[in-house]
């Protein structure tokens, strides 16, 4: 793979920690177990692990209330140099995107992130232009993977110092991206754009089955919990799909018994699906309130449209697992006892 544009193999690495994922109502509706700040603590360590060993020179993290990264630094004995960036606390998404505008301004362009899929967006809104290994710490989870914390690293520190730069283009693929305009705002989603109706901006309570009206999802996967198997268990799209898909719920339709949230089933009626082609525009009608990744941020009033398209623009993703396989298959893995080429 060509490095992309504006990359430098630099030996830089942040990670972005999001100190509240995994820990909101939601999970007290459904059978999801909490993720402790200790939990995130070991992850961070294991990660940072992982990069310094195959040579990451400098690793970047934000300073946050809990002191979750700083704490699982302070005492590992790392040949990188640890820098801890200083933000203006808000304790909502805008952390996020101020700790990415100062990881950019020191020259990160890998992210590890620790959060869920409501973390990656605000990440993603902020800056899209990098390489991400997006590692899950959150509630509902399709866009984070599940990993071993490790060899999340050591991708991510191979990526920074620049060792992935011929890896096949399909280890490395820009996500997929939701972007919505409505008559007074725009965003992005990275997995379900939802439309709700007799809902409110703000509600934090897994998904009423019976108040979903339409979505569009850049991810419709059976191996998934939350919108996403809704349309996955009908037609299914993977991250590696050039396309999007519409569904159409109701009553009437055929009925879906899926996992909203972790261990928390309701029947869903489908009614239609059509796979969408990218920057295909789809509309939602008001009234009613739309969703973004399970965040429930917009409303619209009678008469008001949504519009909502798919684009292959996010970061790009790095692919754990096949690139540990391409990278022993390059030799870069045992080139001398005890150091990575």
Avoid at 42 to 57: E, L, N, Q, S
Avoid at 283 to 295: N, Q, S
Avoid at 303 to 316: H, S
Wanted: charged share 20%; with cysteine; net charge negative.
């Amino acid at each position: 793979m060509n490095a992309p544009e504006g990359f430098v193999a630099n030996g830089k690495l942040a990670l972005c920690v999001n100190p509240m994922s995994g820990r909101d109502v939601r999970r007290l509706a459904a059978r999801a177990a909490n993720m402790t700040h200790e939990a995130k603590r070991d992850i961070v360590a294991r990660v940072v692990a992982g990069a310094d060993a195959v040579g990451v020179t400098d690793i970047y993290v934000a300073r946050e209330p809990f002191r979750i990264a700083e704490g699982a630094l302070e005492l590992m004995p790392l040949n990188a140099k640890v820098h801890i960036v200083d933000i203006p606390l808000t304790n909502t998404a805008r952390d996020t995107a101020a700790a990415m505008a100062q990881f950019k301004e020191e020259g990160c362009h890998t992210v590890v992130s620790l959060g869920g899929d409501g973390t990656n967006r605000a990440l993603v809104s902020a800056d899209s232009d990098i390489d991400l290994v997006p590692i899950s710490t959150g509630t509902n989870n399709v866009f984070p993977a599940l990993m071993e914390p490790t060899l999340g690293g050591m991708v991510a520190g191979l990526n920074a110092t620049g060792k992935t730069a011929g890896m096949p283009e399909a280890l490395g693929r820009r996500a997929k991206v939701l972007h919505l305009k409505t008559p007074s705002q725009r965003d992005i989603g990275l997995i379900d754009v939802v439309l709700l109706r007799r809902d409110h901006v703000g509600n934090l309570l897994p998904f009423d089955a019976d108040r979903l009206d339409s979505m569009l999802l850049t991810r419709a996967e059976p191996n998934s919990v939350g919108m996403s198997p809704i349309g996955g268990f009908v037609d299914p799209v993977y991250a590696q799909d050039d396309c999007g898909l519409w569904v159409q719920m109701g009553s009437a339709g055929r009925i879906v018994r899926a996992p909203l949230s972790p261990g928390h089933f309701r029947e869903v009626g489908v009614l239609d699906t059509k796979r969408i082609a990218f920057d295909e525009p789809i509309f939602f009608h008001g009234p009613g309130v739309i969703a973004l990744d399970g965040d429930r941020d917009h409303a619209l009033a009678e008469g008001d449209v949504a519009e909502v398209t798919v684009r292959r623009d996010g970061p790009r993703i790095l692919d754990v697992e096949g690139i540990m396989r391409w990278a022993v298959g390059a030799g870069m893995m045992s080139a001398a006892p005890g150091h990575v080429a």
